[in-house]
């Protein structure tokens, strides 16, 4: 198989929802197509009758060959583009379970916070009931469901220990050493982009020296930063440092709740 799959859609918008999924389940990417090759490709069907979705995906690679129909029973509390998102994910996953004898741990969920799954459901259910929602809903594993409804716990106990008090700051890179298949977040390859992130940082340097002074003069405070991505760690020890030194001498840091460096990568980890 090539590092690439034609796909067809038919009957819905959710391109994104089924290129992850497809990047997901058989780690390639999507070429889109109006018209199906011979092999290696997917067919993805939906059918809005209002309160169910008839989706019909065809999959054909790696010498196989298969076709599903799924119902989708629509979910209250969710909108029509919310549960056509789970519609196309979940039948083309039912489908490559079947065909390919395997299933994955985090079933048919491809977002990045499957604990705010649980956490939403934790308004309406007890701590069984919602474990039993996310393994029938997404097809998530008993033990990846019990451990989103545990992380979902843990956060709502910090958040009621430490309540708000004032701003989060989120600080994204936008750098990879390569481009995950399954990310919908901005970012570009460190081999086409080394040359930008010098500037970069010095940039976001600078933005952090505004916003710090913009937090000062309100009489706000920093409740926790976040640095995100992109790969974080993608910059190396000395930028890495030289930010890190910025932030703390522009933003008062020493009554934050969460000081957190996304670290995904192992390859861009050092001593």
């Avoid at 309160?51 to 989708?72: D, F, P, Q, R, S």
């Avoid at 996310?134 to 594993?141: N, R």
């Avoid at 930008?196 to 916003?211: F, G, H, Q, R, T």
Wanted: proline letters at 3%; aromatic letters at 8%.
């Amino acid at each position: 198989m090539s590092d690439k799959i034609f796909l067809k859609i038919e009957g819905h918008d959710r391109e994104t929802a089924v290129r992850e999924i497809i990047g997901i389940c058989l780690k390639c990417g999507v070429t889109i197509c109006e018209v199906l090759p011979e092999d290696e490709y997917v067919l993805s069907r939906a059918k809005d009758s209002g309160e169910k979705i008839a989706v019909t995906t065809e999959l054909c690679c790696l010498g196989k060959h298969g076709k599903k129909e799924y119902i989708h029973l629509k979910k209250q509390g969710k909108d029509d583009k919310q549960n056509m998102t789970d519609a196309v994910k979940l039948g083309f996953y039912y489908l490559f379970t079947e065909l390919f004898g395997r299933s994955l741990p985090w079933g048919a969920q491809t977002g990045i916070r499957p604990a705010l799954l649980a956490s939403k459901r934790f308004e309406e259910m007890s701590l069984k009931e919602t474990i039993c929602s996310l393994e029938e809903d997404f097809s998530i594993s008993h033990e990846k469901a019990e451990l989103a409804a545990e992380v979902a716990l843990n956060e709502a106990a910090l958040l009621k220990k430490y309540p708000r008090r004032g701003i989060s700051l989120y600080i994204g890179i936008p750098f990879c050493p390569t481009r995950c298949l399954y990310c919908s977040f901005v970012s570009l390859p460190l081999s086409k982009q080394k040359k930008n992130v010098e500037p970069y940082v010095d940039a976001l340097i600078k933005e952090a020296e505004y916003v710090g002074e913009l937090i000062k003069n309100e009489g706000e405070t920093v409740d926790s930063i976040y640095i995100g991505g992109g790969t974080p760690t993608s910059l190396d020890e000395k930028q890495l440092e030289k930010l890190l030194a910025a932030l703390e001498k522009a933003l008062n840091t020493e009554n934050i709740y969460e000081y957190t460096i996304e670290a995904g990568r192992a390859d861009t980890i050092t001593e």
